[in-house]
């Protein structure tokens, strides 16, 4: 199975600041055609993970473009450009790319 | 739009099972992989299995093996999920998700206890 660790856990932020959480893979996640498939998804206390970023750095419909995903083979970051109140919660990534699917850890951001 | 309707809130007892349905709108359930996730309280998200409704494949987690069971009416746009040998670590919220995960259902709560 392919492992996902994320760093930060815990990931205090002033509003209007950035923030940058890392996630990196025990494989390489570049699927046979070519693409590199590692999924961001942000969850609130209660609710369904959202997804925010596919493909490394394609946003969902809806997403602010504050978020933005970056990375290649192993190593990924999902940065938020300046910090809002609705964006407290828990982040994960997610490699897509062969069964089982697997998450990172998570990384629970708060406002500080 | 695309919609995950999952079933309502459950609670067993060790050693029984749990069947969970996830009902899909909006689209053709015949062309898209669902996934069932659960998370435990407090916990982070752990993939559980995969069924393509077209033809009725799966995969499971190796952890779950033997105790899961998925399958598709594609009658009425639903996904099963079936847990047996429910154990206290069971406990969780599970979670259906189309292909990708870009669309999940709203969760249902299982609670295993005695």
């Known amino acids: 199975d392919v492992v996902m660790t994320q760093s930060p856990l815990s990931l205090p932020v002033t509003l209007g600041q950035p923030a940058s959480i890392s996630c990196r893979s025990s494989q390489s996640l570049v699927y046979s055609d070519g693409n590199t498939n590692l999924s961001w998804f942000h969850q609130r206390p209660g609710q369904s993970p959202r997804r925010l970023i596919y493909?490394?750095?394609n946003r969902d419909s809806g997403v602010p473009d504050r978020f933005s995903g970056s990375g290649s083979g192993t190593d990924f970051t999902l940065k938020i450009s300046r910090v809002e109140a609705e964006d407290v919660g828990v982040y994960y990534c997610?490699?897509?790319?062969?069964?089982?699917?697997?998450f990172g850890q998570g990384t629970k951001l708060e406002i500080k | 739009q695309v919609q995950l309707v999952q079933s309502g809130a459950e609670v067993k007892t060790p050693g029984a099972s749990v069947r969970l349905s996830c009902k899909a709108s909006g689209y053709s359930i015949t062309h898209y992989y669902i996934h069932w996730v659960r998370q435990a309280p407090g916990e982070g998200l752990e993939w559980m299995g995969v069924i393509h409704p077209s033809d009725g494949r799966t995969n499971y987690a190796q952890k779950l093996q033997g105790r899961i069971t998925v399958t598709t009416d594609t009658s009425t746009s639903t996904v099963y999920m079936e847990l047996s040998s429910l154990r206290s670590e069971d406990t969780a919220v599970y979670y259906c998700a189309r292909d990708g995960c870009e669309y999940w259902g709203q969760g249902t709560l299982v609670t295993v206890s005695s």
């Open positions: 997610m490699q897509p790319t062969q069964w089982p699917y697997t």
């Open positions: 493909k490394v750095s």
